[in-house]
């Protein structure tokens, strides 16, 4: 699959490719859903432009609990559509990057008072599987306590009554969201980062297209469309208001909060759906160095634009871990990294942040402006497909254009060349892992490599082996961000170290070594001045702080 030049040192460029067309569709929003609603319309044959206020997958597209996973708590709440329909996405996803979307096992364990009872859990894996269409080895198992301590000896022995095992699969959201964003670009799509929608364009009293501003220069620009689908996640209702149309439904915001471990201060040997106090459950992820721990779910009405891990938010979390883990001792100070991120729901009258339903909603205005909101990760496709074929419905009456069927569950992402099953990804590792070995990498170092690009690793070690720092890591780093800049829109170094490489998360200690000589590559590429570097480098030890950081000075 070819890499198409997609990047911000052309920026002036794009905007006046995006000014100089009417397209058929603006999208607003560079999230997952947006993402997937470009690969959709432009793959159908839809001109498709794509907005986004700031870096792709900035918003909530980068702070999920990273799981594509079938929603088993749907099921208590007898939501058994949802169910189907995400348990059934997992495998279409999968298989469309199973370099990015993993297999991962599941433990469910059953305890005394517990929410789920030996019976009843037996039963609904069951029905999840059936829902699900779950085949193979994939297939739910129902372990007794000495199966279950065997595959987690962290689990509580006195409480424990046993298992359920079950198949997920684990993924890097933001990297997942920039890979269906590079795929549209294969059908014609265009997408600019940084690009704020301030308003709407109108035609006899229906939206024709977008005003927008270059948030890099500050210059305002305007987008023809003949429709515009606003797939804004958080800040959908805001553009409701500036259409005039926020009326009927409103969304209901709701706050995640996940923490990350070293993984030898909570060395989970898989992954663990459990049990917390308050009847809720939880996430325990093993993800190389570390383990990530989330999630809470506590109604939001702060700024949307800086959502913070507050210290009663951490003390809840490690709270839940060291209940469910008798021998484990979390403290705040081993806290290494953290997100929140928010949940755009529609508000239900009398129900609770955790009650809200996950299902997503379309709303259409009186002008034609088209909203969708809600919604889980895992559905982002059939999210799109439901509302590109609004618009396929709208081109046929309006236009007498047929447009196709969606098929993106056909169209492999960027990265996946030929990986036909996870067993060709794990071959590819060990490929890149005797590529790189003779010069000190460890598998670690190859699998972050495949798990981030797939077979775009050929790219970026062959750039590598074309740079002369002394330093491995710092010229592996550099190699990555040419990739970026060039070909992922990376536009300043929070998009490299937090959305593109998911360091600030997974490996924040590299960030410390690699801040200089990255800032040093960023001035040299993009030409700018002394001080917006010093932002830059202000900013990054800002989020470092923020991010690390959980004395009980902590505001």
């Given at each position: 699959?070819?890499?198409?030049?997609?990047?911000?040192?052309?920026?002036?460029?794009?905007?006046?490719?995006?000014?100089?067309?009417?397209?058929?569709?603006?999208?607003?929003?560079?999230?997952?859903?947006?993402?997937?609603?470009?690969?959709?319309?432009?793959?159908?044959?839809?001109?498709?432009?794509?907005?986004?206020?700031?870096?792709?997958?900035?918003?909530?597209?980068?702070?999920?609990?990273?799981?594509?996973?079938?929603?088993?708590?749907?099921?208590?709440?007898?939501?058994?559509?949802?169910?189907?329909?995400?348990?059934?996405?997992?495998?279409?996803?999968?298989?469309?990057?199973?370099?990015?979307?993993?297999?991962?096992?599941?433990?469910?364990?059953?305890?005394?008072?517990?929410?789920?009872?030996?019976?009843?859990?037996?039963?609904?894996?069951?029905?999840?599987?059936?829902?699900?269409?779950?085949?193979?080895?994939?297939?739910?198992?129902?372990?007794?306590?000495?199966?279950?301590?065997?595959?987690?000896?962290?689990?509580?022995?006195?409480?424990?009554?046993?298992?359920?095992?079950?198949?997920?699969?684990?993924?890097?959201?933001?990297?997942?969201?920039?890979?269906?964003?590079?795929?549209?670009?294969?059908?014609?799509?265009?997408?600019?980062?940084?690009?704020?929608?301030?308003?709407?364009?109108?035609?006899?009293?229906?939206?024709?297209?977008?005003?927008?501003?270059?948030?890099?220069?500050?210059?305002?620009?305007?987008?023809?469309?003949?429709?515009?689908?606003?797939?804004?996640?958080?800040?959908?209702?805001?553009?409701?208001?500036?259409?005039?149309?926020?009326?009927?439904?409103?969304?209901?915001?709701?706050?995640?909060?996940?923490?990350?471990?070293?993984?030898?201060?909570?060395?989970?040997?898989?992954?663990?759906?459990?049990?917390?106090?308050?009847?809720?459950?939880?996430?325990?992820?093993?993800?190389?160095?570390?383990?990530?721990?989330?999630?809470?779910?506590?109604?939001?009405?702060?700024?949307?634009?800086?959502?913070?891990?507050?210290?009663?938010?951490?003390?809840?979390?490690?709270?839940?871990?060291?209940?469910?883990?008798?021998?484990?001792?979390?403290?705040?100070?081993?806290?290494?990294?953290?997100?929140?991120?928010?949940?755009?729901?529609?508000?239900?009258?009398?129900?609770?942040?955790?009650?809200?339903?996950?299902?997503?909603?379309?709303?259409?205005?009186?002008?034609?402006?088209?909203?969708?909101?809600?919604?889980?990760?895992?559905?982002?496709?059939?999210?799109?497909?439901?509302?590109?074929?609004?618009?396929?419905?709208?081109?046929?009456?309006?236009?007498?254009?047929?447009?196709?069927?969606?098929?993106?569950?056909?169209?492999?992402l960027c990265g996946n060349d030929d990986f036909k099953k996870f067993k060709h990804v794990k071959k590819y590792i060990a490929?890149?892992?005797?590529?790189?070995?003779?010069?000190?990498?460890?598998?670690?170092?190859?699998?972050?490599?495949?798990?981030?690009?797939?077979?775009?690793?050929?790219?970026?070690?062959?750039?590598?082996?074309?740079?002369?720092?002394?330093?491995?890591?710092?010229?592996?780093?550099?190699?990555?961000?040419?990739?970026?800049?060039?070909?992922?829109?990376?536009?300043?170094?929070?998009?490299?170290?937090?959305?593109?490489?998911?360091?600030?998360?997974?490996?924040?200690?590299?960030?410390?070594?690699?801040?200089?000589?990255?800032?040093?590559?960023?001035?040299?590429?993009?030409?700018?001045?002394?001080?917006?570097?010093?932002?830059?480098?202000?900013?990054?030890?800002?989020?470092?702080?923020?991010?690390?950081?959980?004395?009980?000075?902590?505001?």
């Amino acid at each position: 699959m070819k890499n198409i030049k997609f990047t911000n040192l052309e920026r002036q460029k794009t905007i006046a490719s995006l000014q100089g067309e009417e397209f058929d569709l603006v999208v607003i929003g560079g999230g997952i859903t947006g993402g997937g609603i470009a690969l959709d319309a432009a793959s159908r044959g839809l001109k498709v432009a794509l907005l986004e206020k700031g870096d792709f997958a900035s918003g909530t597209s980068s702070k999920s609990t990273k799981l594509i996973h079938g929603g088993l708590r749907y099921l208590k709440q007898f939501d058994f559509w949802l169910v189907k329909e995400v348990g059934s996405e997992r495998a279409i996803v999968h298989k469309l990057a199973p370099h990015l979307v993993l297999p991962e096992k599941m433990l469910l364990p059953l305890i005394e008072n517990g929410s789920y009872g030996k019976w009843l859990t037996s039963i609904g894996l069951k029905v999840y599987d059936i829902l699900a269409q779950v085949t193979g080895d994939d297939k739910r198992k129902m372990l007794e306590k000495k199966e279950a301590l065997k595959l987690e000896p962290l689990l509580p022995k006195k409480i424990l009554n046993g298992a359920g095992y079950y198949a997920e699969y684990r993924t890097d959201d933001a990297r997942l969201t920039i890979e269906n964003i590079k795929t549209s670009l294969l059908f014609g799509a265009q997408a600019l980062n940084y690009a704020k929608v301030n308003d709407f364009l109108y035609e006899n009293d229906k939206v024709a297209g977008v005003k927008a501003v270059d948030m890099i220069s500050g210059s305002e620009f305007t987008i023809n469309s003949k429709y515009v689908i606003s797939a804004a996640g958080p800040w959908v209702d805001e553009l409701r208001s500036l259409n005039n149309s926020k009326k009927g439904k409103q969304l209901h915001l709701t706050k995640g909060v996940h923490l990350v471990f070293p993984y030898e201060k909570l060395p989970v040997k898989q992954s663990v759906y459990f049990d917390i106090p308050d009847g809720r459950m939880m996430f325990a992820i093993p993800r190389g160095k570390i383990t990530y721990v989330g999630t809470t779910d506590t109604n939001y009405n702060d700024s949307k634009d800086e959502v913070r891990t507050d210290i009663a938010d951490a003390i809840y979390l490690i709270s839940a871990v060291n209940n469910m883990f008798p021998d484990i001792n979390l403290e705040l100070e081993d806290i290494v990294s953290s997100w929140a991120g928010l949940r755009p729901l529609i508000h239900e009258e009398g129900k609770s942040a955790s009650e809200l339903s996950r299902k997503d909603e379309i709303f259409v205005s009186a002008t034609g402006l088209i909203s969708i909101a809600g919604g889980k990760l895992t559905g982002y496709r059939k999210m799109a497909e439901r509302v590109v074929d609004r618009i396929a419905k709208k081109m046929d009456e309006e236009y007498n254009i047929e447009l196709k069927e969606c098929y993106t569950e056909k169209i492999y992402l960027c990265g996946n060349d030929d990986f036909k099953k996870f067993k060709h990804v794990k071959k590819y590792i060990a490929q890149v892992y005797d590529k790189i070995k003779d010069d000190g990498f460890t598998q670690h170092d190859a699998w972050f490599l495949v798990t981030n690009y797939g077979k775009q690793t050929e790219v970026i070690l062959d750039t590598y082996t074309k740079l002369v720092e002394e330093d491995k890591y710092i010229r592996l780093a550099k190699a990555e961000l040419t990739f970026g800049i060039d070909y992922e829109m990376v536009q300043n170094p929070m998009d490299f170290f937090i959305r593109r490489t998911g360091r600030l998360y997974f490996d924040i200690d590299s960030i410390r070594s690699l801040m200089e000589p990255i800032l040093k590559e960023f001035q040299n590429k993009f030409g700018v001045t002394d001080e917006i570097v010093q932002g830059w480098r202000t900013i990054l030890e800002a989020e470092l702080k923020e991010h690390s950081d959980f004395s009980l000075t902590r505001n």
